[in-house]
């Protein structure tokens, strides 16, 4: 078991991690979440896996090339499940509000809200990446997500 300061930092360190992948994904289209990952980890939606920076990475560049979109993914509820020294577990919840157009759109419902599990891997020490990062929809409606119907990899 890890000692509750370092249960509550290595917390921190996650939910900075977790918070800064979806503002790289808002506000600059996630050009860069892949680089958030190990080389070979993998990102879920749904149906949908995509596994390594390269895969990852198209999914993004195939988002941005839909067209204007705007989107804010909303997380809260965080949980760390595990940590050790080499690897972490975080578990929080995901709201997605989305639609395409520029701002000022209709406000309207979150489109998805899903069950995020985070599994990192911690090298050199404090330094975490995403080994997985799956999201799991409880409840979608309204707009569709942008996700590709097929598996990347």
């Known amino acids: 078991m890890i000692r509750t300061p370092d249960r509550a930092s290595i917390l921190q360190k996650l939910v900075a991690l977790e918070t800064e992948y979806w503002f790289e994904v808002d506000f600059n289209w996630g050009r860069n979440a892949a680089q958030l990952y190990v080389p070979n980890g993998i990102f879920v939606i749904g149906e949908t896996r995509m596994v390594g920076h390269d895969a990852i990475a198209q999914f993004y560049r195939w988002r941005e090339e839909r067209g ?4 804010r993914h909303v997380i809260t509820n965080f949980r760390l499940h595990a940590a050790n020294g080499s690897e972490a577990s975080l578990g929080c919840i995901l709201l997605l509000y989305a ?3 520029a701002p000022v759109l209709p406000s309207l419902p979150a489109i998805l809200i899903a069950d995020v599990r985070s599994d990192f891997a911690c090298s050199p020490p404090g330094q975490y990446l995403f080994q997985s990062h799956v999201l799991s929809p409880v409840f979608m409606g309204g ?10 990899t």
């Open 68 to 71: 204007i979109r705007t989107a």
């Open 99 to 101: 639609a395409d157009g």
């Open 143 to 152: 707009e569709a997500p942008t996700v590709p119907p097929t598996t990347r």
